[in-house]
C-alpha cells in the first residue's frame, strides 16, 4: 500500500502532530509550547490529548502539568524495536547503496575474533577485492575494525595497537567525533574504504557499514573521503539506526586519520 496515495482520516493525521510533537522534543512539554510545536491552536490541542490521555498514547502525570508519551506509547515502541533486527534491517540496504555508490559495500559486527564481515554486495562493475562472508578485519588497520572498536573501552582494544597506544588513541578518538573512519591500501593497492556505525536504541554501536572503491573514486585528496559519496554512506547509516529507535546525531565531514582496509 502506498500511504501517500490511500484514503485516510485526516483528525488522525491532525492528532498525530502533537506525539510528533512530543518526539522531537525528548521530553515533556506544556500545553502552550505543545500546540505551538505542532502548529495549532491550544484549545484544539487540548481536544486531541485528552483522547490520546485516554489511550494511553499521552500522559499527563500532574494535573494542569506538562504532557509526556504515555505507556501505550513506550509500548509500542518497544514492540517495533524488537520487530528490527540490525544485520537483517542493514543488509536490506546494500544492494541499493552498492549501486547507488558504485562501490563495494559490506556490513561487519564485533564478533568473537574482532571485526567481522557478515554480507557484502558488489555494483554492477565490481572491484576485484577479496572481502568475503566471514572474513575477520584487522581492529587497528581496518575502517571497519576502526569504527567497531571507537565504540568499546579502551582496555578491550587498546592491545592492537602493539605500543603505538597514543596513536591508537587518537585514532579512536577522531572516529568517535567526527563519526565515520577512513583506512587506505592495506586489503588491496589503491583500494580505500570508509566505514560509518550504525547504532542502537540505547546509542551503542550494533555494526559498522563499509565501501570500499579504488583510491581515485574514494578520495577527493589524501585522508579526505569524496563528500557526496561519504553523505550517502552517512544517511544510510543513519536511516537504520533511526529505525533501530536512535536518534542520530550531527553529520560531521572532518578528515580522517588514514590508514588501511575496510
Known amino acids: 500500500m502506498n500511504p501517500s496515495r490511500a484514503r485516510g482520516i485526516q483528525s488522525i493525521e491532525v492528532g498525530?502532530?502533537?506525539?510528533?510533537?512530543?518526539?522531537?522534543?525528548?521530553?515533556?512539554?506544556?500545553?502552550?509550547?505543545?500546540?505551538?510545536?505542532?502548529?495549532?491552536?491550544p484549545a484544539k490541542a487540548h481536544a486531541y490529548l485528552v483522547s490520546f490521555c485516554r489511550l494511553g498514547?499521552?500522559?499527563?502525570?500532574?494535573?494542569?502539568?506538562?504532557?509526556?508519551?504515555?505507556?501505550?506509547?513506550?509500548?509500542?515502541?518497544?514492540?517495533?524495536?524488537q520487530q528490527h533486527d540490525p544485520v537483517r534491517l542493514t543488509s536490506e540496504q546494500l544492494e541499493p547503496l552498492a549501486q547507488q555508490?558504485?562501490?563495494?559495500?559490506?556490513?561487519?559486527?564485533?564478533?568473537?575474533?574482532?571485526?567481522?564481515?557478515?554480507?557484502?554486495?558488489?555494483?554492477?562493475?565490481p572491484v576485484h577485492i577479496h572481502l568475503r562472508h566471514g572474513s575477520v578485519l584487522s581492529v587497528a588497520?581496518?575502517?571497519?575494525?576502526?569504527?567497531?572498536?571507537?565504540?568499546?573501552?579502551?582496555?578491550?582494544?587498546?592491545?592492537?595497537?602493539?605500543?603505538?597506544?597514543?596513536?591508537g588513541r587518537l585514532i579512536l578518538e577522531t572516529v568517535q567525533q567526527q563519526g565515520w573512519a577512513l583506512s587506505d591500501e592495506a586489503l588491496?593497492?589503491?583500494?580505500?574504504?570508509?566505514?560509518?556505525?550504525?547504532?542502537?536504541?540505547a546509542g551503542r554501536?550494533?555494526?559498522?557499514?563499509?565501501?570500499?572503491?579504488?583510491?581515485?573514486?574514494?578520495?577527493?585528496?589524501?585522508?579526505?573521503?569524496?563528500?557526496?559519496?561519504?553523505?550517502q554512506l552517512l544517511r544510510t547509516a543513519q536511516a537504520c539506526s533511526a529505525q533501530l529507535g536512535y536518534?542520530?546525531?550531527r553529520i560531521s565531514r572532518s578528515s580522517a586519520v588514514s590508514s588501511a582496509g575496510p
Open 141 to 167: 588497520d581496518s575502517a571497519s575494525g576502526r569504527v567497531l572498536a571507537a565504540a568499546r573501552a579502551w582496555d578491550e582494544v587498546g592491545r592492537h595497537w602493539r605500543g603505538q597506544a597514543s596513536a
Open 205 to 231: 554501536v550494533e555494526l559498522a557499514l563499509v565501501a570500499l572503491a579504488p583510491r581515485q573514486q574514494w578520495l577527493e585528496a589524501p585522508g579526505r573521503p569524496q563528500g557526496v559519496a561519504l553523505e
Open 16 to 41: 498525530g502532530t502533537l506525539l510528533r510533537a512530543l518526539m522531537d522534543a525528548g521530553g515533556s512539554l506544556a500545553l502552550k509550547d505543545l500546540a505551538q510545536a505542532a502548529g495549532m491552536p
Open 188 to 201: 588491496a593497492p589503491g583500494v580505500a574504504a570508509v566505514a560509518v556505525p550504525v547504532h542502537n536504541a
Open 101 to 125: 555508490l558504485g562501490m563495494t559495500v559490506g556490513l561487519a559486527v564485533w564478533g568473537n575474533q574482532g571485526p567481522t564481515v557478515l554480507r557484502v554486495a558488489h555494483p554492477p562493475a
Open 247 to 249: 536518534t542520530p546525531r
Open 57 to 81: 498514547l499521552i500522559e499527563q502525570p500532574v494535573e494542569g502539568g506538562p504532557y509526556a508519551l504515555g505507556p501505550t506509547a513506550r509500548e509500542l515502541g518497544l514492540i517495533s524495536l
